[in-house]
């Protein structure tokens, strides 16, 4: 029996009022004229100032309205330093998240009719009312800790506010435990503090990048793609390690093309390189870390003939690549990556590359990495929040010591009812993220949604997540709301200004009114003291000395630095540790039981016949959410499975064939996938772009495109450290013919 049974939204011919009540502005910017049919557009009217929403680079940008209130285009914003007036693919396509004709676009509560479960379309009073009854009955029967929020994006924040103020501070994101939880911790226990987003390197100037599987070019954040391309024209040496031939690994003097799985052991053995062949910055070493001769003695055996062994990589490619960093120090970055949950001991990879720039003298000194400076936006006044009597380190149990931040798994794990569950979690809000295809262990998912109390989705689009909702709300696109103002630090101290370029469509609402409105219904509205978000804006402008009609005008405020972005000369610069020293041995580990230093453990390989699933990201796409964006879809319609010649031609695999892929513990792809035959991949892995395979009919762009690599991934390994979620450690096989399958929803 399932109390939630997965409804598919669009099998109810809904929304057909709401369309006739809205206005179709369709995208006819450069990627969209095929698809919307050569559409004649209006003069241009205004250009309305926001950020994009399609990753979380956040550039700067216009929206270029017509006189008859269509988004014509969306352009960068050239004062902008985290863009430089250039939008992605993605940004430029943005528009088509906004003109999507398959977003949600009402209110919807489950129901039960003729005993089959559905959706009834619902007014907002309707579906506040509803969300707002459960939220109360949670807190009295199991108090308001009981509420979780998943969250990812700008919208996010609101909802933090609603459960901050309701009594939880439950609230989750994927971007730290399957994303970038390892590099931030690795780097927060040798620094002191993390990398940030957008990160701190100073790619523009460096003499030297290394990348170890961060595929910069693919994986699109504007700004540091346009710096490296900067840097290659400059004449930088571009070191890539990679399973795969990347965009950046064919730019680069150097790719190493590693046996994945055994980074960590190349990482160590330049360690041992750049100490044992005096390679380090002596000086800088001696004046800002601690621990160097504990490092010394315990990489004094992992000598490139040792890596050889594991990594495939030739001792004098170690070498040659140790000297061309030591040579560009301190103006070399070893890229501390992004996406960095990969097999379970990703914190101690992360310290490793930590170690590496700090031996160089790269944290600090131009062209290395850069001290970030942002502009502190006042909090709008609020009362304080109430304290909650448990929160998500609770859900821990113990494990994960050295999390900072909360872990979605040990959330949803929390949500199962089970024996010596003791702090039970009974609902979520989940806003912004389609954690179907994000989350692995999707078993564990399943059986947390069954059990919730309320499930309520707020979301643009009907993902898959939104078919497990009680009830689902239509928030508006990027394009129609105001959201706070961009101040992200980063090398020059910036204020962007989001508002709407036109008001949203159909019954679609902004995230801070839905906030807003079920607060009040909670009888929180203290904590949401304006009528329209506009005024948050403006107060918080004018007490930073500026007003909303300026920034309406120019979009983005530049700030000159007030701290130097750099160690001065003869400065006595203390590091953000509890000692003011980079920590090359960590005591922290240590007394959290751990090694203090970075170890080399061998991983899982795959078994005859089958080959190691690495994903990644594609220039045209973000995760899922792009996954239905006829702009994009029209650029990257499906993912394709790369596979090496000798793979093929051992499998009888052709190029643009179809195959299923069925993984280590018998899962099978829901869709089939063509085959990319390539030499750029190793023969012992194969590769997918992650976000595709929708099988939510609704999505019609997206639907049965592609394959989910989600979906492949059973198997995870956990990093004890803090909670991340590896997922490159399963394997695959190629299925030729269709396979008898369930239906899997
Ligand atoms: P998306 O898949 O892009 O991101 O995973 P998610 O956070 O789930 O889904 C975003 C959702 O937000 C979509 O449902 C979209 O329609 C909705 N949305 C878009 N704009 C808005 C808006 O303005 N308001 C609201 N309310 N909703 C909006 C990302 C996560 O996935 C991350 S950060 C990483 S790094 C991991 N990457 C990854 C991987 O590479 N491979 C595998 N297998 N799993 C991964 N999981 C992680
Ligand atoms: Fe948008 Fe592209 Fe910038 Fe990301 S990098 S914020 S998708 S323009």
Known sequence: HTRRNFIKIGSLGLGATAIAGGTMNWAVGSSSKKL???????????????????????????????????IQKITGNADDPQCNGRLCPRGTGGVGMFSDPDRLKTPLIRITKNGEQTYREASWEEAFDFIAKKMKEIAEKDGPESMALFNHGSSGKYFTQLLNAYGSNNVTAP???QCRGPRDTGFELTFGESVSSP?????????????????????????????????????????TVDPRLSTAASKSKYWLPIKPSTDLALLLSWIHVLIYNDLYNKEYVAKYAEGFNELKEHVRSFTPEWAYGITTIKPEVIRNTAREMANAAPATIIHPGRHTSWYGDDVQRSRAIAILNALLGSWGNRGGIFFKEGIKVPDFPHPAYPKPSWSWQDTLNGRYPLAKESITNTIIEASIPAEGNTHPIKGWIVSGTNLIVSIPLKEQLMKAMQSL?????????????????????????YLERYDDLRATPHREPTLVLRMPAVEPMYESKPAWWIAKQIGERLGLGAYFNFTDFKEVIDWQLKQLGLSLEEMERIGVKKYARKTPAYILPDSDHKFKTASGKIQLFSKELEEAGF????????????????????????????????????NLVALMPENAVWVNPQVAELWGLKKDQYVWLKNQDGVVSNFSVKVRVTERIRWDSVYIVHGFGHHHKPLTYAFGRGVNDTELITDVAIDPIMGGTGMRGNFVTFLKDEPKKEAKL
């Open 175 to 177: 971007s730290f435990a």
């Open 199 to 239: 990160e701190v390197t100073d790619i523009r100037d460096t003499r030297c990048l290394v990348l170890i599987g961060s595929h910069i070019g693919e994986n699109m954040h504007n700004g540091q793609v346009q710096e490296m391309s900067e840097a290659i024209d400059k004449g930088a040496t571009i070191i």
């Open 453 to 477: 109390e309320l499930l309520v989705v707020v979301d643009t689009m009907p993902m898959e997540i939104t078919g497990y909702a009680d009830v689902v709300l239509p928030e508006c696109t």
């Open 36 to 70: 919307s049919g050569g559409l004649k557009s209006a003069p241009i009217l205004k250009k309305v100032s926001t950020y994009c929403e399609v990753c979380f680079w956040k550039c700067a940008g216009w929206a270029h309205v017509t006189t008859e209130g269509q």
């Open 595 to 630: 090694d203090s230093m970075p170890k080399f453990t061998a991983h899982a390989q795959p078994e005859e016949g089958f080959y190691r699933l690495i994903y990644g990201r594609a220039p045209m796409h973000t995760f899922s959410r792009t996954a239905n964006n006829r």
